[in-house]
């Protein structure tokens, strides 16, 4: 062949081996990305190294019972179950729970967090929180089937007010996710409040392994939560067909993947077993309006309640045992509650905990 | 007038004979244009700007936009208000196709030459030099527009809005609803989860994502029925435009033959000084129509768009656009061929209309909420997208055989791939003939589209006695249509306590209160086939309301 020959079938090949590197080479920065994603984060999270101690007042001040101290870290491959424990002394005692009524449910849950050591103690400066409110659906704030926006915006804020690097809240609606968002109000409190709204897409749910798992041992969950500083698990009180109740155990559905409709066969056991997966690092139970009867979607302003009251605490086996009361139920009652009794979450005996009432 | 001495200069300059000076247009190339004032050298821009506005404006047709001028070239179309007139759709918006309808009196088929944006593309994806088919086809396709009217006249009569299906609005408007914006939400996903790999890009990709969710971006995606079909249909509109330039347009387009019918008693038109014209039918080869005959000097006006290319390219400058003369150079056909015509389209209409599809339903046809009866939505809706593209779930899909073959690209609702949101009713908003009605909120969520019926065989509590309830959890309305019925008990609403773990529940539809949205079918967890399905109620026949 000639000169000409030989060079472009030099230059042909040359052009394909480089993509072929070129293509390699993507692939493996791809895979690289992938795994550095994929190490949890180390750190302490830490927030329970004050000297201050919280003065307890209300009906339940009896034996000083402690709390452990949070769970540490975002690192949720090792999740601690919230358990009453006598034997620390180091820490300050904060309650357990802290229970507000008042008119203002901004004002609740500025108390409530007051009571519960502030919101600098599970808010970090820099820290990134997710924020994660019931939004079912698209229903306005007054139906009692979302998060009531200015509980959600209140939180917003307070995470700010602690020095937040960013607070994003996000839910997966069973609708329209722009349509739920906008209906229940929360897109336009959050915005106001200086957070941002995900609307979340299949990029967002990772499979992730539940060792813990009795009935399902893996699901993809939202990887944003598993990765946040700070997770505050922000549902509605409301009536359910198959739960009985849906509190803060089954708000945790929403950061569930598809097919999650499986989870409500042996639904107690499932829901703990997600439960025992993701650190919630606060829980605030909007009982401001409940839904008490067609619930978990509602539709009628007939049957929404108004206990003006905000439930907060660091484990979600206490919250909902103490919201089931407000809405008339005993723990024992619901199915979810007495599976995370038994499995070691928390006790449903609501005597052993220190709750602070007060009013705002 | 002749001018005699420029047929002197001409004679002596070649050396011929004036007559032989006369060529064949097909071969002869026109000489340098004259450019000439006028708004027509501005074609392309109008054009331009219609596209885009069409665009712009179906970009902007999702959730809670909704509204009828969202479509508004649909809105204009003539044929689409014919359509709606004619079956007593009577709103203001009907106006707006009046200045339209009549515009070729005074613009000749300007409208498919300035604003068409399905015209601009076939122009841009097709020859730039004049084609011609062989003159058979060619006989055979100039017969097309009058007889296709006629067709297109009966089907009107007798009921059945299915040649809309061929509008070139409705056309693009469906081709870009199942074809471009699922590609566009594809894309875009793409780029976001490549995006996403590099934790820095993450909260611009989130951004991003925030501010196109349910606009160009859509959880689930976007997918419909028949894509090949309006993708195969779509090509081949423009592909014929290689055998004749614009042959669509010329030939086979509806609203194309409506606006020509009405150009032939064009008030103001192509005018040809007879005293300038050389007969040298160097305009006859621009004219991207092919309107012009006699070597020039006479004008189809069925099919002139006053784009006035011949007046650019005359060396004579014989050509304007001015008031024509009473005495109209016009193709007629013969009144035996639109007896013809008429003859065949009637029979044709005839077996369209004694198809076992006409009468019989199938089940599992459920229309938007809004539509009319069956029968009636045949003779109105526009086969358009427009409900399709609205949609926040995508549950609107077309139907392919579930209404017959008069029914095709008819929105039906797919409970598979989405379900009716309880917070919208945007699909009667942006129909433009209202075959889906514009239902007010409260309206919609009363309107009962169909009903959900259990399947007690693969339904997971009746058929494994294990707890599910997924479908009674999420329906929508206030007075819930599913409630549940204690196994071995008597029933009640199912919100009783039991301690520790409850008895099975099972659910049961309360046939009163469903209103057929879908919710419960498409959250149903059995996989392929929900055991909870949304069937149809009504029935149809030939007399029924």
Same mark, same amino acid.
């Given at each position: 062949?000639?000169?000409?020959?030989?060079?472009?079938?030099?230059?042909?090949?040359?052009?394909?081996?480089?993509?072929?590197?070129?293509? %390699?080479?993507?692939?493996?920065?791809?895979?690289?990305?992938?795994?550095?994603?994929?190490?949890?984060?180390?750190?302490? *999270?830490?927030?329970?190294?004050?000297?201050?101690?919280?003065?307890?007042?209300?009906?339940?001040?009896?034996?000083?019972?402690?709390?452990?101290?949070?769970?540490?870290?975002?690192?949720s491959?090792?999740p601690? +179950?919230?358990?009453?424990?006598?034997?620390?002394?180091?820490?300050?005692?904060?309650?357990?729970?802290?229970?507000?009524?008042?008119?203002?449910?901004?004002?609740?849950?500025?108390?409530?967090?007051?009571?519960?050591?502030?919101?600098?103690?599970?808010?970090?400066?820099?820290?990134?929180?997710v924020v994660k409110p019931n939004v079912l659906?698209?229903?306005?704030?007054?139906? @009692?089937?979302?998060?009531?926006?200015?509980?959600?915006?209140?939180?917003?804020?307070?995470?700010?007010?602690?020095?937040?690097?960013?607070?994003t809240v996000l839910d997966y609606p069973t609708?329209?996710p722009?349509?739920?968002?906008?209906?229940?109000?929360?897109?336009?409190?959050?915005?106001?409040?200086?957070?941002?709204?995900k609307y979340l897409t299949n990029?967002n749910f990772e499979r992730v392994?539940i060792?813990?798992?009795?009935?399902?041992?893996?699901w993809p969950l939202v990887t944003d939560v598993l990765e946040a500083?700070?997770f505050i698990n922000v549902p509605?009180?409301?009536?359910?067909?198959?739960?009985?109740?849906?509190?803060a155990m089954k708000n945790l559905m929403g950061i569930m993947g598809d097919?999650r409709?499986?989870i409500?066969?042996?639904?107690?056991?499932k829901i703990?077993d997600v439960n025992t997966r993701v650190v919630q690092h606060?829980v605030?139970?909007?009982?401001?309006?409940?839904?008490?009867?067609?619930?978990?979607?509602?539709?009628?302003?007939?049957?929404?309640?108004?206990?003006?009251?905000?439930?907060?605490?660091?484990?979600p086996?206490?919250?909902?045992?103490?919201?089931?009361?407000?809405?008339?139920?005993?723990?024992?009652?619901?199915?979810?509650?007495?599976?995370?009794?038994?499995?070691?979450?928390?006790?449903?005996?609501?005597?052993?905990?220190?709750?602070?009432?007060?009013?705002? | 007038?002749?001018?005699?001495?420029?047929?002197?200069?001409?004679?002596?300059?070649?050396?011929?004979?004036?007559?032989?000076?006369?060529?064949?247009?097909?071969?002869?190339?026109?000489? /340098?244009?004259?450019?000439?004032?006028?708004?027509?050298?501005? /074609?392309?821009?109008?054009?331009?700007?219609?596209?885009?506005?069409? !665009?712009?404006?179906?970009?902007?047709?999702?959730?809670?936009?909704?509204?009828?001028?969202?479509?508004?070239?649909?809105?204009?179309?003539?044929?689409?208000?014919?359509?709606?007139?004619?079956?007593?759709?009577?709103?203001?918006?009907?106006?707006?196709?009046?200045?339209?309808?009549?515009?070729?009196?005074?613009?000749?088929?300007?409208?498919?030459?300035?604003?068409?944006?399905?015209?601009?593309?076939?122009?841009?994806?097709? +020859?730039?030099?004049?084609?011609?088919?062989?003159?058979?086809?060619?006989?055979?396709?100039?017969?097309?527009?009058? *007889?296709?009217?006629? $067709?297109?006249?009966?089907?009107?009569?007798?009921? %059945?809005? $299915?040649?809309?299906?061929?509008?070139?609005?409705?056309?693009?408007?469906?081709?870009?609803?199942?074809?471009?914006?699922?590609?566009?939400?594809?894309?875009?996903?793409?780029?976001?989860?490549?995006?996403?790999?590099?934790?820095?890009?993450?909260?611009?990709?989130?951004?991003?994502?925030?501010?196109?969710?349910?606009?160009?971006?859509?959880?689930?995606?976007?997918?419909?029925?028949?894509?090949?079909?309006?993708?195969?249909?779509?090509?081949?509109?423009?592909?014929?435009?290689?055998?004749?330039?614009?042959?669509?347009?010329?030939?086979?387009?509806?609203?194309?033959?409506?606006?020509?019918?009405?150009?032939?008693?064009?008030?103001?038109?192509?005018?040809?000084?007879?005293?300038?014209?050389?007969?040298?039918?160097?305009?006859?080869?621009?004219?991207?129509?092919?309107?012009?005959?006699?070597?020039?000097?006479?004008?189809?006006?069925?099919?002139?768009?006053?784009?006035?290319?011949?007046?650019?390219?005359?060396?004579?400058?014989?050509?304007?656009?001015?008031?024509?003369?009473?005495?109209?150079?016009?193709?007629?056909?013969?009144?035996?061929?639109?007896?013809?015509?008429?003859?065949?389209?009637?029979?044709?209409?005839?077996?369209?209309?004694?198809?076992?599809?006409?009468?019989?339903?199938?089940?599992?046809?459920?229309? +938007?909420?809004?539509?009319?009866?069956?029968?009636?939505?045949? @003779?109105?809706?526009?086969?358009?997208?427009?409900?399709?593209?609205?949609?926040?779930?995508?549950?609107?899909?077309?139907?392919?055989?579930?209404?017959?073959?008069?029914?095709?690209?008819? +929105?039906?609702?797919?409970?598979?791939?989405?379900?009716?949101?309880?917070?919208?009713?945007?699909?009667?908003?942006?129909?433009?003939?209202?075959?889906?009605?514009?239902?007010?909120?409260?309206?919609?969520?009363?309107?009962?589209?169909?009903?959900?019926?259990?399947?007690?065989?693969?339904?997971?509590?009746?058929?494994?006695?294990?707890?599910?309830?997924?479908?009674?959890?999420?329906?929508?309305?206030?007075?819930?249509?599913?409630?549940?019925?204690?196994?071995?008990?008597?029933?009640?609403?199912?919100?009783?306590?039991?301690?520790?773990?409850?008895?099975?529940?099972?659910?049961?539809?309360? @046939?009163?209160?469903?209103?057929?949205?879908?919710?419960?079918?498409?959250?149903?967890?059995?996989?392929?086939?929900?055991?909870?399905?949304?069937?149809?109620?009504?029935?149809?026949? !030939?007399? %029924?309301?």
């Open positions: 062949m000639d000169r000409r020959e030989f060079l472009t079938l030099w230059a042909r090949w040359l052009l394909a081996a480089g993509t072929a590197a070129l293509a %390699s080479s993507l692939a493996g920065c791809a895979r690289l990305l992938r795994w550095s994603e994929s190490q949890t984060r180390t750190g302490s *999270f830490g927030g329970a190294e004050t000297t201050t101690t919280l003065v307890v007042t209300g009906p339940e001040n009896t034996s000083p019972s402690q709390t452990t101290p949070p769970p540490s870290g975002p690192a491959s090792e601690v +179950p919230t358990t009453t424990s006598t034997m620390d002394t180091v820490h300050p005692t904060y309650p357990d729970l802290a229970v507000i009524r008042g008119e203002a449910p901004d004002r609740n849950v500025r108390a409530a967090l007051a009571a519960l050591g502030g919101m600098e103690r599970f808010v970090e400066p820099g820290a990134n929180v659906t698209g229903r306005l704030p007054e139906y @009692a089937v979302t998060t009531n926006p200015l509980v959600v915006a209140t939180i917003v804020t307070m995470c700010l007010e602690a020095g937040a690097d960013r607070v609708s329209s722009r349509a739920a968002f906008k209906e229940s109000g929360i897109a336009q409190a959050v915005a106001q409040a200086g957070g941002t709204v990029r392994e060792p813990g798992g009795v009935a399902i041992d893996s500083d700070t509605i009180g409301k009536t359910h067909g198959l739960a009985g109740l849906t509190l097919p409709g499986r409500h066969t042996d639904y107690p056991v703990t606060l605030v139970l909007d009982a401001y309006r409940v839904l008490v009867r067609n619930g978990p979607t509602g539709g009628n302003l007939r049957d929404v309640a108004m206990p003006k009251t905000v439930v907060a605490g660091t484990s086996v206490a919250v909902d045992a103490y919201g089931c009361t407000i809405m008339g139920w005993q723990p024992d009652q619901l199915p979810s509650l007495v599976e995370a009794e038994r499995r070691g979450l928390g006790t449903l005996d609501l005597a052993k905990y220190t709750i602070f009432e007060g009013t705002a | 007038m002749p001018d005699d001495r420029q047929m002197e200069e001409r004679q002596r300059a070649s050396g011929h004979g004036g007559m032989e000076e006369q060529t064949t247009s097909a071969r002869r190339s026109p000489r /340098r244009p004259t450019r000439r004032r006028g708004l027509h050298r501005y /074609r392309r821009v109008f054009q331009t700007f219609f596209l885009l506005a069409f !665009f712009t404006l179906l970009t902007l047709t999702f959730w809670p936009l909704g509204s009828v001028f969202l479509g508004g070239f649909l809105l204009a179309d003539p044929l689409l208000a014919l359509t709606s007139l004619a079956n007593g759709v009577l709103k203001w918006e009907l106006l707006l196709a009046i200045p339209v309808l009549l515009s070729p009196l005074f613009l000749g088929r300007a409208f498919c030459g300035y604003v068409c944006p399905t015209g601009f593309l076939i122009e841009l994806f097709g +020859p730039r030099k004049e084609r011609q088919a062989g003159p058979r086809v060619r006989t055979i396709l100039r017969k097309i527009p009058l *007889f296709g009217l006629v $067709v297109v006249l009966f089907l009107l009569v007798f009921g %059945s809005a $299915v040649y809309l299906v061929f509008d070139p609005l409705s056309l693009l408007t469906r081709s870009a609803t199942t074809l471009l914006y699922p590609a566009v939400d594809r894309a875009l996903r793409l780029v976001g989860d490549i995006a996403y790999l590099a934790p820095p890009l993450r909260g611009t990709v989130d951004t991003v994502t925030e501010t196109l969710t349910g606009r160009l971006l859509f959880p689930n995606g976007l997918a419909y029925r028949l894509q090949l079909v309006i993708f195969a249909m779509f090509v081949a509109i423009l592909a014929i435009s290689w055998i004749e330039r614009r042959l669509w347009c010329r030939h086979l387009c509806p609203l194309g033959a409506l606006l020509g019918l009405v150009g032939r008693k064009a008030i103001y038109g192509r005018v040809v000084d007879q005293s300038l014209c050389r007969s040298c039918e160097a305009c006859t080869d621009v004219c991207p129509m092919d309107a012009i005959r006699d070597a020039g000097a006479a004008t189809d006006c069925s099919r002139c768009q006053i784009g006035l290319e011949c007046a650019d390219t005359c060396p004579h400058g014989a050509i304007r656009w001015g008031r024509r003369p009473r005495k109209q150079h016009v193709h007629d056909p013969s009144r035996r061929a639109l007896l013809k015509a008429g003859g065949v389209a009637f029979v044709g209409s005839l077996f369209l209309f004694t198809g076992l599809g006409r009468i019989q339903r199938d089940v599992f046809l459920i229309r +938007p909420p809004g539509s009319r009866n069956e029968l009636d939505f045949m @003779a109105t809706c526009a086969r358009c997208a427009q409900c399709m593209k609205v949609c926040p779930t995508n549950v609107i899909q077309p139907a392919v055989l579930d209404a017959g073959w008069e029914g095709f690209f008819t +929105p039906q609702m797919d409970y598979r791939r989405g379900y009716c949101d309880w917070t919208c009713n945007e699909c009667g908003k942006v129909c433009p003939t209202q075959a889906i009605r514009s239902l007010s909120l409260a309206e919609k969520r009363r309107k009962v589209i169909g009903r959900a019926y259990i399947d007690h065989n693969t339904c997971i509590p009746w058929s494994e006695g294990r707890d599910c309830l997924v479908c009674q959890e999420l329906c929508p309305v206030p007075e819930k249509a599913i409630i549940l019925v204690s196994a071995g008990q008597g029933e009640g609403q199912g919100q009783g306590r039991g301690s520790g773990r409850a008895g099975l529940r099972l659910p049961r539809v309360v @046939a009163e209160r469903c209103i057929g949205c879908g919710v419960c079918q498409f959250s149903c967890p059995v996989p392929n086939e929900a055991a909870i399905r949304v069937r149809a109620l009504e029935q149809t026949g !030939f007399l %029924s309301k």
